[in-house]
């Protein structure tokens, strides 16, 4: 199935440092989501964004929507060990004259943090 | 608000067999779409559920079955069970109306095929 460009695939970093993940496709999208999956459990949502270059905070994460609707990153701030994880950006289309709306995610950047 | 639930959380099947999945979706959401998440594909879709009619497909074979009630809740089946179906299954659930679909997940299914 069709799957949007995510990277890093994967990252190790210090506790205390900043990550920065993005995500690339060559559709635009109407809304960008992105998701943190712990081992074993679903994703669980962080952050959504719906307009082109919104910016949104949520705690120590930042994310934004691309002006092209074509790309959205996600900053951490300070990361600490338990932002250990899988995190996936997700895109939506809709297509409101075929009454379709079609979800793609991420191939996921997994993240580890060093204490 | 209680979240997205889905049981069992582990399955363990053999080739040949069948398994039926449930799925509770977070109250007064009416869309319900189905995963299957391996360590080498991500997430695939398989399908979505939006008023006990399958509304959205994608591109898996006819043993990946599903359904909805009335009350929302979801059943996925996959018969004649494969080893290659060993993957956590996940089921989201949205709002389904076009103008705000985020979907929020549940815990997922462990499926194991021996």
């Known amino acids: 199935g069709q799957q949007l460009n995510q990277s890093p695939q994967s990252m190790f970093i210090q506790e205390g440092e900043d990550v920065s993940m993005n995500c690339t496709s060559s559709?635009?999208?109407?809304?960008w989501l992105w998701y943190k999956q712990d081992p074993g459990e679903g994703p669980v949502l962080l952050i959504a964004?719906?307009?082109?270059?919104e910016l949104t905070s949520n705690g120590r994460l930042t994310a934004q929507f691309g002006i092209t609707r074509k790309d959205s990153f996600l900053n951490i701030s300070a990361s600490i060990p338990s932002d250990v994880g899988i995190y996936f950006c997700?895109?939506?289309?809709?297509?409101?004259?075929?009454?379709?709306?079609?979800?793609?995610f991420g191939t996921g950047t997994r993240l580890k943090v060093l204490a | 608000k209680a979240g997205v639930t889905q049981t069992p959380r582990y399955l363990i099947k053999t080739r040949g067999q069948q398994v039926t999945l449930s799925c509770s979706p977070i109250s007064g959401h009416r869309s319900v779409s189905w995963y299957q998440q391996t360590p080498g594909q991500g997430l695939q879709f398989l399908f979505e559920?939006?008023?006990?009619?399958?509304?959205n497909k994608g591109n898996f074979p006819g043993r990946f079955s599903g359904r909805q009630f009335s009350n929302s809740r979801s059943e996925m089946n996959v018969s004649t069970l494969e080893l290659g179906d060993s993957a956590l299954y996940l089921c989201?659930?949205?709002?389904?109306?076009?103008?705000?679909?985020?979907?929020?997940f549940g815990p997922g299914t462990r499926l194991l095929v021996l």
């Open positions: 559920y939006f008023s006990e009619t399958q509304r």
């Open positions: 997700a895109g939506i289309t809709y297509g409101r004259y075929s009454g379709t709306y079609k979800y793609i």
């Open positions: 989201a659930s949205s709002f389904g109306n076009y103008i705000e679909e985020t979907q929020y």
């Open positions: 559709s635009i999208f109407n809304t």
């Open positions: 964004l719906y307009k082109a270059g």
